[in-house]
Nanobody
Framework: QVQLVESGGGLVQPGGSLRLSCAAS????????MGWYRQAPGKERELVAV???????NYADSVKGRFTISRDNAGNTVYLQMNSLKPEDTAVYYC????????WGQGTQVTVFS
């Protein structure tokens, strides 16, 4: 069965950086497009970054130039490097396939505060 375990969130001041990790199991990781999603309080979950099996990347306009998605197919892990963080980046971050499975992990909380 699919398992997705996110980690790396935390508290950071504006302008700071965090690196999120997601360990995936139960899927043929290398052929799947993988994405990072986030859900802020009172808002719908949104896709912020995608990486294809061939490592082509795409980003939401709100994070373009600040976030970088990468993957390690040997380790079944996808990463999100987040730089120049803003308070509006505060959310629970999840990884999932793109398009997403119905299953979601617990996510990792990112809080950007001044």
């Amino acid at each position: 069965q699919v398992q997705l375990v996110e980690s790396g969130g935390g508290l950071v001041q504006p302008g700071g950086s965090l690196r999120l990790s997601c360990a995936a199991s139960g899927i043929i990781f290398s052929i799947n497009n993988m994405g990072w999603y986030r859900q802020a309080p009172g808002k719908e979950r949104e896709l912020v970054a995608v990486i294809t099996g061939g490592r082509i990347t795409n980003y939401a306009d709100s994070v373009k130039g600040r976030f970088t998605i990468s993957r390690d197919n040997a380790g079944n892990t996808v990463y999100l490097q987040m730089n120049s963080l803003k308070p509006e980046d505060t959310a629970v971050y999840y990884c999932n396939r793109s398009p997403a499975y119905s299953y979601w992990g617990q996510g990792t909380q990112v809080t950007v505060f001044s």
